[in-house]
């Protein structure tokens, strides 16, 4: 099981060539070689291991461990990196806080990995969820109620019991005070109930989506006796009591943080942990500076890189280390959707408010140029919400999503029903003047003249944009971009903020024009309304940054969820991408169907990756004869 870490273009055709078929069903998702569980979101079908949102599940009740791990992975050795991706109030650059289940406060990433939840997911079907604190699940008749019978094994971190007490307060207490991204998710869950010491009923309100009770099944169970004595709604530098698999070991605010696994864990033997959460240590270093980040991976001092600069990719990796193989370079597919990367627009400001404007600065980023002269071509220009799945919108709509659009015909434009809309693909001179001309005439449009070298507005004021962000390494992607704006007689600029001030200002939406990343999971569930939804649009700190309020897109999201099979779900996506996409709420960035990686060589890893996920933390272990030749063992 110990897979020799080097650059295989030929696992990458493999993955990438399975991760291209349609999502149609789990089975085709997943390939799957055996016959799937059934029912497994039937309502009134007695108590069952696992969950899914279309019904079908992958492994049996007695399964052993996931497919995707190597259940005799060694255990032990540290692992250093840099969160790739994090989530609620959750900061890749600082932290001062380790609530990370409330907007206030910056959290480090993985504090998630503290926790333990009612069922956890398997990365190799799209949606299913398996039985981690919860043996059993059944579901009432109605499918209103979902009653969970608990593993009196589960025992918090000081050793005192976790029971249905504590399910009912966490959820409820979430539910209440939690982050908008949880909050706003689970209103439809009226009550938890506690029925027996280790048995829980959770009822929903019926007009809860199929998705919802997964989405709460996922969630933290955090420890009543802790937060009866502590609020919850303030941030800490205490670590909260909790139960999971790592609890916060050594740290230096805004420097580093260690997890240390928990050797005791109580469900470290269960099927669904069997194989993961192998390193003794896992280590986030911080580094307000991109470049500063690569130069401590560069000498050692942090043992894994995700890269997401091209540049480095293509120039930098060429120090004495790699040279020796060391380190070495990899690449692993990306079966998820690549979700919506790109230079999103504040639509509550009043010069954002007509979609002609925010066309119009879709025509002064020259992508092209961009990919030949900053990237190295090596992205694909985004153009969905739902790119690379088979969610994503392509040419006219077909008689199955128009039927989903035509009745709110009158409250959309033309462009809907036509060739889904594609960004405009530039002469790659950097200065496509035919492009610029589109723009003017869209601004012209719009209200706004020209005044020597200024645009200006309906309100007589020159259109001004600032581009926010926080990293240094964005300012060389963004200034070409600006430079362009600048010929249009927009007075745009780069602002670098610190990381908190970034995330404050976004979590209060104070600011023009932001660049971010979101990735959506195969099976949409209901985080697609902080994304999207109206009322995430006037609620601080949703991922609905742009502002985005549509009671069509609303309605067209509400067809999505409730969808009662995958082709359904799908058909209703590609219906509220095309919706989504003439609205022209973003500039569009780029993508790309790989992770891109650099190791020192001291790992072992499964020999394929599951589809959904690239949980490297959780996956991966030492191999300790490849870290002891590199001076890195113990």
């Given at each position: 099981m110990n897979a020799v870490i080097s650059p295989s273009r030929r696992r990458l055709l493999k993955l990438t060539g399975a991760a291209g078929l349609a999502a149609l069903s789990p089975g085709l998702a997943t390939g799957l070689a055996s016959p799937v569980w059934a029912a497994a979101s039937a309502a009134g079908t007695g108590p069952r291991h696992g969950l899914s949102v279309f019904g079908e599940l992958k492994y049996a009740p007695d399964f052993k461990h996931f497919d995707y791990v190597n259940p005799e992975a060694p255990k032990g050795g540290k692992f250093i990196f840099q969160a790739p991706s994090w989530a609620y109030n959750q900061n890749a650059r600082t932290f001062n806080s380790f609530n990370s289940f409330i907007l206030k406060g910056d959290a480090p990433p993985r504090m998630e990995l503290c926790y333990d939840t009612l069922m956890v997911r398997a990365w190799d079907e799209p949606d299913a969820m398996y039985g981690l604190l919860a043996e059993t699940v059944e579901i009432s008749e109605d499918g209103n109620t979902y009653t969970f019978d608990l593993r009196p094994e589960a025992r918090f971190h000081d050793g005192s019991k976790l029971t249905a007490e504590d399910v009912a307060f966490s959820l409820m207490l979430l539910k209440a005070d939690?982050?908008?991204q949880i909050s706003q998710n689970i209103q439809e869950l009226k009550d938890a109930e506690v029925l027996e010491e280790y048995r829980v009923a959770l009822h929903f309100s019926g007009k809860q989506t199929r998705q919802l009770p997964l989405v709460?099944?996922?969630?933290?169970?955090?420890?009543?006796?802790?937060y009866t004595a502590y609020d919850f709604k303030q941030s800490t530098l205490t670590a909260p009591l909790s139960s999971g698999p790592y609890k916060v070991g050594d740290y230096a605010v805004g420097r580093y943080?260690?997890?240390?696994?928990?050797?005791?864990?109580?469900?470290?033997?269960?099927?669904?942990?069997v194989g993961q959460r192998n390193f003794d240590i896992l280590r986030i270093d911080f580094y307000r500076d991109y470049q500063v980040g690569f130069e401590a991976f560069k000498k050692g001092e942090v043992t894994y890189r995700e890269e997401f600069s091209s540049k480095i990719w293509a120039t930098e990796y060429n120090f004495p280390a790699v040279e020796d193989q060391r380190v070495i370079r990899d690449e692993f597919p990306d079966g998820r959707p690549s979700g919506a990367q790109g230079w999103f627009i504040n639509t509550r400001l009043e010069k954002f408010k007509d979609p002609r404007v925010r066309r119009a600065l879709s025509y002064a980023f020259d992508f092209e140029w961009s990919n030949k002269n900053l990237f190295y071509d090596l992205y694909q220009r985004t153009q969905s919400f739902f790119e690379n799945s088979d969610m994503k919108a392509e040419g006219a709509p077909p008689p199955d999503e128009l039927a989903l659009l035509e009745p709110y015909r009158d409250q959309l434009p033309e462009s809907v029903f036509e060739?889904?809309?594609?960004?405009?693909v530039s002469d790659g001179s950097g200065f496509d003047r035919s492009l610029l001309r589109e723009a003017s005439k869209l601004l012209s449009e719009a209200g706004y003249k020209r005044d020597g070298s200024a645009l200006i507005g309906p309100d007589g004021n020159q259109l001004k944009i600032e581009f926010l962000?926080?990293?240094?390494?964005?300012?060389?992607?963004t200034n070409p971009f600006i430079k362009n704006l600048g010929r249009l007689g927009i007075d745009a600029s780069f602002r670098l903020v610190d990381p908190a001030q970034y995330q404050s200002r976004l979590n209060d939406y104070d600011f023009d024009v932001c660049s971010r990343r979101y990735s959506l999971s195969p099976t949409l569930s209901e985080t697609i309304r902080t994304s999207w939804g109206s009322k995430a649009a006037a609620t601080p700190g949703t991922y609905n940054i742009a502002g985005i309020s549509d009671p069509v897109i609303d309605a067209l999201m509400d067809k999505a969820l409730g969808a009662e099979t995958r082709q359904q779900m799908v058909v209703a996506a590609r219906a509220l991408d095309r919706v989504l996409r003439s609205g022209h709420y973003w500039v569009p960035q780029w993508n790309k169907p790989i992770h891109t990686v650099a190791i020192w060589d001291m790992f072992g890893f499964p020999a394929e990756p599951p589809r959904y996920a690239f949980p490297i933390e959780d996956l991966w272990w030492i191999d300790q004869e490849k870290a002891e030749k590199l001076g890195k063992a113990g």
């Open positions: 939690g982050h908008p709460v099944a996922g969630l933290p169970i955090l420890s009543k006796r802790y943080v260690e997890y240390n696994r928990v050797a005791d864990y109580w469900g470290k033997d269960l099927p669904v942990v060739t889904a809309y594609v960004q405009p962000n926080n990293s240094q390494a964005f300012e060389r992607i």
